[in-house]
Each structure stands twice: as structure tokens, then as C-alpha cells.
């Protein structure tokens, strides 16, 4: 039995290998955990039950889908079947690798496999000389380099048992008009040809560009396996220069981050440098109302939260930027955004999510934090110089002409619609930096 989790496709897939290679029939099961349902937004979930969807065309409808909790419902199957064993990816998320041990225990006689991971170095793998994990992402990534990964695993065809239910998902929670990227392991691969085709020239610096189509666009499909990173190291690999080395560290980032929340697993919640346990936070509700709504007054703020809205996306440096405004201008807890992002990202990943998170908040790994404090000002006008990603997605300012759109309170005529500043950037970075000393 192949149990499939954050792995939804056949190509570049160990523990199908595993699977075929110790039977000559084989039940594809996916079980729809509420521990891991519940707490994912609505554009996750239907992201989810698309690939699933895709999936299942895939095994020509041959998918089995059952809810409930995976330790009794593992079980239940592999002995319903007469399984000898069950093959699965291996997860090492801290809720992930609870779950596991308790099915494997479950399981019994019934062997358990594991072969493969999400990454393409497990985390937990790559160490320091001393056997410490690392903490630096520079270090690691010199380590993960040198370390290399196995290449794509090899396509296998296996005789996919009938399941005993016909395939069958809950309706997809309504979106409204929001509109996902296209589901499933076909779509992965469309995406990425046709970045590596016109996308990779150019990368390195184009991006940190909002208001260009620069990036991969993978990060949903990564985040359901739907295309593993060792497919697209292994293109990379005939790639050199700067671009195709940028895109090889973004997905180190990836790996780096997995590994950090691996070996630290209460990041997910908790502060990584626990001096900041201390820090001074604001309770403004209404201050936080207005960042999740993008009504702050700072252009690229708004857009960047209206875009998550509207697409259940947001580009990284937006990320970055609304994420300091919220901790270091509004002086809010950065687990209160994380929060909000996984409710509303398609590819809400815990281990990137919250440790991204604590990198812009400087709780985090990085090793000269809190000083970095985004000005929103400057990085509109420097990443969005002629204004164009404001404009698409703050309709109060379309008609502000170039990058004065960053500063539209200096306009002789501010647009009445749109909201002034709610707060002087330069004041509350003084504020943050005060907070900040009266704990070191």
C-alpha cells in the first residue's frame, strides 16, 4: 500500500519505487487528516482537493480517499487489503513525525517504509562537523552543496488496486473570485518547462521585481509534492551562472528551513533566539484589522495584502516588507501574521511560513536581525520603481502617474479614498530599536 501525504505524483516518486518493488499490486490511499484540514485556509484546501483531483485521473480514478484520523484509519485499510506493508515519504514536521510513529506502531505486523522525503536532503541529514544542526543559512547552504542529492528516482509501473470506494472528495470551499493556479503534477511540470524556457534569464535580479512575472510560480506545487525539488535541481544542473545559482539557493532556503523547524520544532510557534520572549509588543486590534484589509496608507504594503486576498499569493519581497511593517511599525507579535498567512497562502508551508517569518521579525536564525527594518517607502520605489504593482492591485491610486504612486499623501491632491499613513515609519523605527535595547 502507498500512502501518499505531501507527495501527490507518479514521476520522481522513492516510495512508489519502494511500493512496486515489494508488490505486484498496489492500493494508492490519501486520508484527509481534520489536524491538518482545520487548520489550513480555504485556498489551501481547495488547492488540495484540485491536485487530489488530478491525482485520481492519474490512477484513472483509482485513489482511495478515506477521513479520519491516520492512525486508525492506516491500520484499518492496510489490514482490510491484506497489506504486508505500507510506503510512505518520510515526514519530519513535528506534527508529521508524531503521527507517523504512532501509525507505524498501529500498523503492527505490517511493515512500515519510509523512502524519500519532501526535500531533496531530508532534514535532519546535514550537520556540523560536531554533530550540531546549523543555524546560519550561509554555512548550511555551503554544507547542502557539498552534501549533493540523489538524482530523479526512476518511473515505475505498478497494478493499482480497485479501492472499495468509488473516488470521492468534499465539496471545495467557495472562493469567491479568486482564482488558483492550476492543480496537480501536469500543471507542475507546464509551469516549470516554461519557466526554465523564457523564466530562468535574468532571475537572479529580476525576482525581488513585484510588478514583474519573474518568479517560478512552484512554491503551491512544492508544497503538495506535486514536482519534487530533485526534478528541478537536476535541470539546474546543466544551468550556470547567477540565475540558476540564485533559484538553487531559493530552494536551499526551502531545505534550510525544514531542517531548522526539524530540529527545533516549538519554531513553529515560539520564538527561535528566546531573548525575544521579552520584547515589548502593542495589542492594537484595530491596527491589525487594517494590515490584513491593506488599508495602511502605504501603497506597497496595501498591495501586497490585497494580493493575498485576491490570489491566496503574495510575492516574497512584499512578504518581507508587509511582514517588518506588521513587527517593527505596528510593533505586533510576528506569530499573529504567520497566522494569517497560513489561512490565506495556497502554499502555506509551516516550516517556511513561521521561520520566514522570524527572520524579518529577527527572532529567528539570522545572524543580524532586528536592525534590518524594512522602510516601505524606499522598497516600493526601489522594487516597484514605476508604481505598476501598486496600481494592480489598489484601484484608489491607478490613476498616480509612475512611482509617485509610493508617496500619494505628497500629491497636491491626495486621493480622498485611500487612507493617509497610519503611522510615521521613522518614528516607529525608533520605537522598535528602543524596544529592542531594553532587552539586550
Known amino acids: 500500500m502507498l500512502w501518499f501525504r505531501r507527495d501527490l505524483r507518479l514521476a520522481d516518486l522513492p516510495a512508489l519505487v519502494s511500493a512496486a518493488e515489494r508488490a505486484s499490486r498496489v492500493l494508492a490511499l490519501y486520508v484527509l487528516d481534520d489536524a491538518l484540514l482545520t487548520p489550513a485556509g480555504k485556498p489551501r484546501q481547495a488547492f488540495l482537493y484540485g491536485c487530489l483531483e ?17 492512525v486508525r484509519e492506516v491500520s484499518r485499510v492496510a489490514r482490510s487489503i491484506g497489506a504486508e506493508s505500507v510506503h510512505v515519504s518520510t515526514d519530519t514536521a513535528p506534527y508529521g513525525s508524531r503521527r507517523d510513529r504512532a501509525v507505524a506502531d498501529a500498523l503492527g505486523e505490517i511493515e512500515w517504509v519510509e523512502c524519500g522525503s519532501p526535500y531533496a536532503v531530508t532534514p535532519g541529514r546535514i550537520t556540523k562537523p560536531d554533530g550540531e544542526p546549523y543555524r546560519v543559512f550561509s554555512a548550511f ?7 549533493g542529492w540523489r538524482g530523479p528516482a526512476e518511473d515505475s509501473t505498478v497494478d493499482w488496486l480497485e479501492p472499495e470506494k468509488p473516488f470521492r472528495l468534499p465539496e471545495k470551499p467557495g472562493l469567491g ?3 488558483l493556479p ?20 535574468g532571475y537572479a535580479v529580476n525576482r525581488d521585481r513585484p510588478d514583474r512575472p519573474a518568479t517560478t510560480r512552484l512554491s503551491p506545487y512544492l508544497r503538495w509534492g506535486c514536482i519534487h525539488p530533485r526534478t528541478l535541481l537536476a535541470d539546474l544542473g546543466t544551468r550556470h551562472g547567477e540565475d540558476a545559482e540564485s533559484l538553487r539557493s531559493e530552494l536551499a532556503w526551502r531545505e534550510f528551513y525544514a531542517d531548522v523547524l526539524h530540529h527545533r520544532p516549538e519554531t513553529a510557534r515560539k520564538n527561535y533566539d528566546e531573548r525575544f520572549d521579552k520584547l515589548e509588543y502593542d495589542t492594537g486590534r ?5 494590515w490584513r484589509a491593506g488599508r495602511t496608507g502605504y501603497p506597497i504594503v496595501d498591495a501586497g495584502m490585497r494580493q493575498l486576498l485576491a490570489e491566496g499569493w503574495m510575492h516574497n519581497r512584499v512578504r518581507m516588507i508587509v511582514a517588518s ?9 510576528w506569530w499573529l501574521g504567520a497566522r494569517h498567512f497560513m489561512n490565506h497562502l495556497v502554499d502555506g508551508d509551516l516550516a517556511s511560513n513561521q521561520l520566514n517569518w522570524q527572520w524579518v521579525a529577527g527572532t529567528g536564525t539570522d545572524p543580524a536581525p532586528f536592525f534590518r527594518i524594512f522602510n516601505p517607502t524606499t522598497q516600493g520605489e526601489k522594487f516597484d520603481p514605476d508604481g505598476a504593482y501598486v496600481r494592480k492591485y489598489v484601484p484608489e491610486l491607478r490613476e498616480i502617474p509612475g512611482k ?29 530599536l528602543e524596544r529592542f535595547n531594553a532587552i539586550t
Open 325 to 333: 511593517f506588521l513587527v517593527k511599525d505596528l510593533h505586533l507579535p
Open 286 to 290: 484595530e491596527c491589525f484589522e487594517r
Open 177 to 179: 473570485s479568486m482564482i
Open 141 to 147: 547552504y555551503r554544507a547542502w552543496c557539498r552534501h
Open 54 to 70: 488530478a491525482l485520481a485521473e492519474s490512477l484513472d480514478g483509482r485513489l482511495m480517499v478515506v477521513r479520519g484520523d491516520p
Open 404 to 432: 509617485a504612486v509610493h508617496q500619494p499623501w505628497k500629491l497636491p491632491r491626495p486621493p480622498k479614498n485611500y487612507p493617509a499613513p497610519m503611522v510615521d515609519h521613522a518614528q516607529e523605527r525608533k520605537v522598535a
Open 182 to 201: 492550476h492543480p496537480g503534477e501536469a500543471a507542475a511540470h507546464e509551469v516549470w518547462e516554461k519557466f526554465l524556457d523564457g523564466g530562468l534569464d
